[in-house]
């Protein structure tokens, strides 16, 4: 732990670990990018190569989240304490004084043992770079811490202000600051009397100290934030404790005339009588809770508590067996009757009848094959010529379709050949 008093601290916790440390590139991406939008002149960061050479985490539209990411692992060379983290990254812009931004995520991989919490973001600002030095700053701030609170989604976080005490840097609880984030279910809100102010949606609630953070009240800011503190940490109420009582006092003592013999008028009730018990408790100490009782009367005796009996089980009733019928000579023996089938059960139908069955289209009854005409003898077909006409003499020279051609030579037709 240490004294802040050169910068201011916004802080979000997450109590579970880290998978995979590439899961957290596309949240760390977006939460550089959404810083450098806002202000690229202080919010240009860059990060340290394996090399230890300087490279910016965004160019252009190229992101090295990914490849910070790849090389976080922590090699410790005297071994990983039981509240170290195995991860880290750290991302810084180009200013080492008051204007000084230093963005530092450290994380526990998932399997690995750690009394810490899971993951931790951690953004430092210088004096400078925490907005403008009027009422405003604390809206700058506001702003910042709500980027983190949405891209992260932590159980809890804070803000500290220059001055505050008690710097832890990995906190397993949470912290109060001007700022307070609790994730919801996180802790019980109480009534905040003002100037605190309390700010709820579906996620978790923010408490404000104070509604802003002038430069000149820091006095009354830490007296704010103090107040918030007990609210949420009430004292706690001191247990009782029950004193032993003081031992009883000695039996009184009566003056004897006979030289404290038995028998004497004024004996000591305790030293000479012996047919009283002394009581066990004469002289001990008796505990508070207890009310003390004479020394000289005997304890009453502890009558036993009763015994239940224990509860026998029921008696089982054999079945029923049915009586012996003689059988005669020859007669064979009895058939049990086979069980009776249950009846299939039926849906009611409240009186109406039953459901028409579902209708089949009528099948037409089978035609009989049609019958093939008998084609009968073959018919001659007679052309009639009209009287005085003969028949046109066929020309065997003529071609198919009427077109006459010229004999082949040397063939059939050729009239030249002998």
Not at 175 to 203: H, M
Not at 329 to 345: D, F, K
């Amino acid at each position: 732990m240490s004294d802040n008093r050169e910068s201011y601290r916004l802080v979000v916790v997450r109590r579970a670990p880290i998978d995979a440390p590439q899961d957290l590139a596309p949240t760390l991406e977006w939460l550089v990018r959404t810083l450098q939008t806002d202000d690229p002149v202080l919010f240009t960061l860059s990060g340290l190569s394996p090399a230890m050479s300087t490279v910016t985490v965004l160019d252009g539209e190229e992101s090295r989240v990914g490849k910070f990411l790849s090389t976080s692992e922590i090699e410790w060379n005297f071994g990983r304490g039981e509240s170290d983290p195995t991860h880290e990254v750290a991302f810084f812009n180009e200013h080492d004084d008051a204007r000084l931004v230093y963005l530092r995520m450290s994380f526990v991989a998932t399997g690995s043992a750690c009394t810490g919490p899971g993951f931790v973001a951690e953004l430092r600002l210088g004096l400078d770079a925490a907005g403008p030095k009027d009422e405003y700053r604390g809206a700058f701030l506001d702003k910042l811490f709500s980027y983190l609170v949405v891209a992260l989604r932590p159980n809890f976080g804070h803000i500290e202000i220059p001055g505050h005490p008690d710097v832890i840097e990995r906190p397993t609880e949470y912290q109060v600051g001007w700022v307070t984030y609790l994730a919801k279910g996180e802790a019980t809100i109480p009534l905040l009397e003002p100037p605190a102010v309390v700010l709820t949606d579906d996620a978790g609630t923010k408490i404000l100290a104070t509604r802003g953070l002038g430069l000149e009240s820091y006095g009354d800011v830490a007296k704010a934030i103090r107040a918030v503190h007990e609210a949420l940490h009430p004292p706690a109420l001191p247990t009782p404790t029950f004193e032993d009582a003081q031992p009883a006092a000695p039996p009184m003592q009566h003056a004897s005339y006979m030289g404290g013999r038995p028998g004497g008028a004024f004996a000591s009730l305790d030293d000479e009588r012996t047919d009283i018990a002394p009581s066990p408790a004469a002289g001990k100490a008796l505990p508070f809770a207890q009310w003390p009782g004479s020394a000289s009367t005997p304890a009453p005796p502890q009558t036993p508590p009763l015994q239940t009996p224990p509860v026998q089980p029921p008696l089982q009733t054999p079945p029923v067996q049915p009586p012996l019928v003689p059988r005669g000579p020859g007669q064979p023996l009895p058939v049990a009757a086979p069980p009776s089938v249950p009846r299939p059960m039926t849906a009611p139908t409240f009186g109406l009848p039953p459901p028409l069955a579902p209708s089949a289209p009528p099948v037409p009854p089978a035609q009989p094959p049609a019958a093939t005409p008998d084609p009968g003898p073959p018919r001659r077909l007679t052309v009639m010529l009209p009287a005085g006409t003969a028949p046109t003499p066929v020309d065997p020279n003529a071609r198919p379709g009427g077109l006459p051609f010229a004999p082949k030579p040397g063939g059939q037709n050729d009239p030249n050949k002998r």
